[in-house]
């Protein structure tokens, strides 16, 4: 028994001491530069998603339309404006005629996090074919 009690002295000692804060602080400093990082990184790649999904929606309008090149061109602009992707109009590369359209993009979102800094590349691209 004075083995246990012994032992239950310690623990309150050790907590009375104050040696258990420093991992509690450490866990917390972890935790908030994992979140700090997430809401840096993870917003280009929600855009890059949404602008891949408006990407196949209109090479699907531009072949059942018969929209033209720059028509396509420019509503493909449109979206890289409303989400703020950093590319220019130029970069949007479109193939059209009767049988297939082809959207693509290329693309870098440079991502600061503190003292680490990221270049994020993407791709995004559709094809749509015709049915005939």
Known sequence: MNGMRARQLMWQRRFE????????ILIVVIVVLAIYTAWK???????????SDRMQEQSRYAMVNHYTEEQIRDNIYKVIVDLDIPAKREDVKI????????ISLDY???VDVLVYHADLHFTPNSETKSLF
């Not at 001491?17 to 509690?24: I, T, V």
């Open 41 to 51: 990184m993870v917003p280009p790649y929600v855009d890059d998603y949404q602008l």
């Open 95 to 102: 193939v059209s005629n009767n049988n297939v359209v082809k």
């Open 108 to 110: 870098t979102v440079p």
């Open 17 to 24: 001491r104050g040696e258990g804060r420093l991992k509690g």
